[in-house]
């Protein structure tokens, strides 16, 4: 069991940065690899990157690359999401998720989600 919790989010104009943070817990969290998704309204999930916790192996969608990066911390158990250049097109609900092995773009791969977190880029 791998237990997932996300945090930050929140309301930024058009241009600005924000940072989300995923932090894993569990027996066996260090055997999954970790990735981001994102639901606008009316819209079905998304994935945004994802990536390994030795930090060797990241994936990007082409609408993340250049403006988004995603990391593994000091703290061993956290995955970070730093955002810049936010679009109003980058509006939805975040979700941390975990999957076994290696690093995926597709969410059916995913055991373990987190809680959603909303971020709003105004225009």
């Known amino acids: 069991q791998v237990q997932v919790v996300a945090s930050g989010g929140g309301l930024v104009q058009a241009g600005g940065s924000l940072r989300l943070s995923c932090a894993a817990s569990?027996?066996?969290?260090?055997?999954?690899?970790m990735g981001w998704f994102r639901q606008a309204p009316g819209k079905e999930r998304e994935f945004v990157a994802a990536?390994?916790?030795?930090?060797?192996?990241?994936y990007y969608t082409d609408a993340a690359k250049g403006r988004f990066t995603i990391s593994t911390g000091n703290a061993k158990n956290t995955v970070y999401l730093e955002m810049n250049g936010l679009k109003p097109e980058d509006t939805g609900v975040y979700y941390c998720?975990?999957?076994?092995?290696?690093?995926?773009?597709?969410?059916?791969?995913?055991?373990?989600w987190g809680q959603g977190i909303q971020v709003t880029v105004s225009s």
């Open positions: 998720a975990a999957v076994k092995g290696a690093p995926s773009r597709r969410a059916y791969d995913y055991d373990y």
């Open positions: 569990g027996r066996t969290f260090t055997s999954y690899a």
């Open positions: 990536i390994n916790w030795s930090g060797g192996v990241t």
